[in-house]
């Protein structure tokens, strides 16, 4: 059974981090590319963050590059976004997915078949 499993998510001030985890579980990091989505209230699903390509690269949504970094542990089955400088307007619940597409130019959410249950992040102004 597939899984995947967010962690780290909270209630920060602007301008403060939060390191979030997205523990894989049915499937490896080596097969898969992950993507990081979110979603705030009244608002559609949009992509934050997703894997390019087996070497570590990743696309970063517009409204995120600069602050936001994706990482992985594939020793331990784990992804990482470090979310830095953050802002109200990044107030929405996380989630991470599994793909076996590599995105090119976008994260197309149509794209990934597995997704975990999704973790709040809050940002005060």
């Known amino acids: 059974e597939v899984q995947l499993v967010e962690s780290g998510g909270g209630l920060v001030q602007a301008g403060g981090s939060l390191r979030l985890s997205c523990l894989v579980s049915g499937i490896t990091l080596d097969d898969y590319g992950i993507g990081w989505f979110r979603q705030a209230p009244g608002k559609e699903r949009e992509g934050v963050s997703c894997?390019?390509?087996?070497?570590?690269?990743?696309l970063y949504g517009d409204s995120v590059k600069g602050r936001f970094t994706m990482s992985s542990d594939n020793a331990k089955n784990t992804v990482y976004l470090q979310m830095n400088n953050l802002k109200p307007e990044d107030t929405a619940v996380y989630y991470c997915?599994?793909?076996?597409?590599?995105?090119?130019?976008?994260?197309?959410?149509?794209?990934?078949?597995?997704w975990g249950l999704g973790t709040q992040v809050t940002v005060s102004s």
């Open positions: 894997e390019s390509g087996r070497d570590g690269s990743a």
């Open positions: 997915a599994a793909t076996e597409v590599y995105q090119k130019y976008y994260c197309s959410e149509i794209e990934y078949d597995y």
